[in-house]
């Protein structure tokens, strides 16, 4: 009888390079999960609230035809002072924040008056003046439309400055769920099994397909979106106000020490400045008049009526015929008219103008020519970011990448759900190789300092690592 002796069989150790790129894997998997544990619930709401917001102008049109649209196109409106006198007996009192003449002749005039809030960012409440006969067709409180609560949610959470700071670093911490994300798949998209047919397996193709398919339109919604943003919008701002922009400085206007700014003249979403010009200062009216008084601009006295300021500004904003026009009455016996072209496709067809009340003089004109570099990119990103840019086709692409947010944090929720352990939460086991995590946080420290509540928020995790779940073993637990 022969015997065998029996071997041990020894596993070859893997090779270096393969348990490096295992723990950078591991230390990416953590903060991919925590960035989706901490924003996930925000950035569903602000894809849902989008991809309806998209359609504001379809719907609004909709909405209120019967105070915006006319049975018969008007031949011969009434003077625009005409028309806001009766908007303004329609609402004894309410000082006139702006109006909007008809963009066609079958449209009304809207006049938005002073509503229950006041100050520069108060919304409002429109009144709609029939062209031709000069009576009150209609009012709506632009406060509390559905669309306007639609975007509130969408920028702050109906929070103020709060949820503006929380929106900001939702968006922030997608960016860093799309860069995560994309690493971990191209690392493990060949060891990952493609039989798997577990609905795990499934949601996390469809994840996959998603995120990859539409991870850039996806950063492309962010950055666009982020002008807005409280703290990077800000900042932003004033890199474009220092860095090729021709705006006029508060030098230029040495009657005011401080200047008003044109983005604190309103709120209204539909009779504001653009972003590029939300930092240009506002002169001061002169003229013999100017010290007196104390209404609206109309209401000053010697002040010019509307139609003169949009006569003045006429040369300017006639070449625009895809432009709304809006005009933003003085506040005060210094005032000025702004004048906005507001253009419904194209941004560089956009121009501002600040109009002396008294003499109808141009101040300021402020269009694509002098907007800076940044201030461009920036404009553009927001009519594309809009679905306006380029008409059916752009809201459509908008519209699919929300859908698209929307499906990942679906899928991603319910593929924590299912692989996490009963009664804990499932993170990403943290990585032994400190110089593998120390490198995944030297590229998060890069992304943090670009984006500033991103980084503050980064170093809030690593201490809440640190400090808890490091030492206290029960959360430790919990959390694995």
Same mark, same amino acid.
């Given at each position: 009888?022969?015997?065998?002796? @029996?071997? *041990? #069989?020894?596993? =070859?150790? /893997?090779?270096?390079?393969?348990? !490096?790129?295992? +723990? $950078?894997? %591991?230390?990416?998997?953590?903060?991919?999960?925590?960035?989706?544990?901490?924003?996930?619930?925000?950035?569903?709401?602000?894809?849902?609230?989008?991809?309806?917001?998209?359609?504001?102008?379809?719907?609004?049109?909709?909405?209120?035809?019967?105070?915006?649209?006319? @049975?018969? *196109? #008007?031949?011969? =409106?009434? /003077?625009?002072?005409?028309?806001? !006198?009766?908007? +303004? $007996?329609? %609402?004894?009192?309410?000082?006139?924040?702006?109006?909007?003449?008809?963009?066609?002749?079958?449209?009304?005039?809207?006049?938005?008056?002073?509503?229950?809030?006041?100050?520069?960012?108060?919304?409002?409440?429109?009144?709609?003046?029939?062209?031709?006969?000069?009576?009150?067709?209609?009012?709506?409180?632009?406060?509390?439309?559905?669309?306007?609560?639609?975007?509130?949610?969408?920028?702050?959470?109906?929070?103020?400055?709060?949820?503006?700071?929380?929106?900001?670093?939702?968006?922030?911490?997608?960016?860093?769920?799309?860069?995560?994300?994309?690493?971990?798949?191209?690392?493990?998209?060949?060891?990952?099994?493609?039989?798997?047919?577990?609905?795990?397996?499934?949601?996390?193709?469809?994840?996959?397909?998603?995120?990859?398919?539409?991870?850039?339109?996806?950063?492309?919604?962010?950055?666009?979106?982020?002008?807005?943003?409280?703290?990077?919008?800000?900042?932003?701002?004033?890199?474009?106000?220092?860095?090729?922009?021709?705006?006029?400085?508060?030098?230029?206007?040495?009657?005011?020490?401080?200047?008003?700014?044109?983005?604190?003249?309103?709120?209204?979403?539909?009779?504001?400045?653009?972003?590029?010009?939300?930092?240009?200062?506002?002169?001061?009216?002169?003229?013999?008049?100017?010290?007196?008084?104390?209404?609206?601009?109309?209401?000053?006295?010697?002040?010019?009526?509307?139609?003169?300021?949009?006569?003045?500004?006429?040369?300017?904003?006639?070449?625009?015929?895809?432009?709304?026009?809006?005009?933003?009455?003085?506040?005060?016996?210094?005032?000025?008219?702004?004048?906005?072209?507001?253009?419904?496709?194209?941004?560089?067809?956009?121009?501002?103008?600040?109009?002396?009340?008294?003499?109808?003089?141009?101040?300021?004109?402020?269009?694509?020519?002098?907007?800076?570099?940044?201030?461009?990119?920036?404009?553009?990103?927001?009519?594309?970011?809009?679905?306006?840019?380029?008409?059916?086709?752009?809201?459509?692409?908008?519209?699919?990448?929300?859908?698209?947010?929307?499906?990942?944090?679906?899928?991603?929720?319910?593929?924590?759900?299912?692989?996490?352990?009963?009664?804990?939460?499932?993170?990403?086991?943290?990585?032994?190789?400190?110089?593998?995590?120390?490198?995944?946080?030297?590229?998060?420290?890069?992304?943090?300092?670009?984006?500033?509540?991103?980084?503050?928020?980064?170093?809030?995790?690593?201490?809440?690592?640190?400090?808890?779940?490091?030492?206290?073993?029960?959360?430790?637990?919990?959390?694995?």
């Amino acid at each position: 009888m022969t015997s065998v002796e @029996a071997r *041990p #069989v020894s596993t =070859p150790a /893997p090779p270096a390079t393969t348990a !490096a790129s295992s +723990q $950078r894997y %591991r230390a990416v998997w953590r903060w991919h999960f925590y960035a989706g544990l901490f924003v996930a619930p925000v950035l569903l709401v602000l894809a849902v609230t989008g991809s309806i917001y998209l359609f504001k102008e379809p719907f609004e049109t909709w909405r209120y035809q019967d105070v915006r649209e006319l @049975a018969q *196109p #008007v031949a011969a =409106p009434r /003077p625009l002072s005409e028309q806001i !006198a009766a908007a +303004q $007996r329609a %609402r004894p009192g309410a000082p006139v924040m702006s109006v909007i003449p008809p963009a066609s002749p079958d449209r009304t005039t809207r006049v938005i008056l002073q509503g229950a809030d006041s100050g520069p960012f108060a919304q409002g409440v429109s009144v709609y003046v029939h062209p031709g006969t000069g009576e009150v067709v209609g009012q709506i409180d632009d406060a509390a439309t559905f669309m306007r609560v639609v975007r509130t949610t969408h920028g702050e959470l109906m929070a103020g400055t709060v949820g503006d700071r929380v929106v900001e670093v939702a968006a922030c911490w997608a960016l860093i769920l799309v860069a995560s994300g994309t690493y971990l798949w191209w690392t493990g998209r060949r060891t990952r099994s493609r039989a798997s047919r577990s609905a795990r397996g499934r949601l996390r193709r469809l994840h996959v397909l998603v995120g990859v398919g539409a991870g850039a339109v996806v950063v492309f919604l962010v950055m666009s979106g982020l002008p807005w943003s409280g703290v990077w919008g800000d900042g932003l701002q004033r890199v474009q106000e220092r860095t090729g922009s021709t705006a006029p400085s508060a030098a230029d206007f040495p009657s005011t020490s401080t200047p008003p700014l044109s983005g604190e003249l309103s709120g209204n979403p539909d009779a504001k400045v653009p972003w590029a010009a939300e930092r240009l200062p506002v002169p001061s009216s002169g003229g013999e008049h100017a010290g007196h008084g104390g209404g609206g601009g109309v209401l000053q006295p010697g002040a010019l009526p509307v139609e003169a300021a949009l006569a003045a500004a006429g040369p300017s904003v006639a070449s625009c015929a895809e432009c709304d026009v809006k005009v933003l009455l003085p506040d005060g016996p210094t005032g000025v008219y702004t004048v906005v072209a507001e253009p419904r496709r194209d941004p560089s067809d956009g121009r501002t103008l600040h109009v002396d009340q008294y003499t109808g003089k141009v101040l300021t004109s402020y269009g694509w020519a002098e907007y800076g570099t940044v201030a461009k990119l920036v404009e553009q990103g927001i009519a594309l970011h809009e679905g306006r840019r380029y008409g059916p086709a752009n809201l459509a692409v908008m519209l699919a990448a929300c859908l698209a947010l929307v499906t990942l944090v679906v899928t991603g929720a319910m593929m924590w759900w299912k692989r996490r352990p009963r009664g804990r939460a499932g993170a990403p086991a943290r990585p032994t190789d400190r110089r593998s995590a120390y490198g995944v946080i030297a590229v998060m420290a890069v992304l943090g300092l670009v984006f500033p509540l991103a980084g503050v928020t980064m170093a809030a995790v690593l201490l809440l690592d640190w400090l808890v779940l490091r030492r206290i073993p029960a959360v430790a637990r919990f959390v694995s």
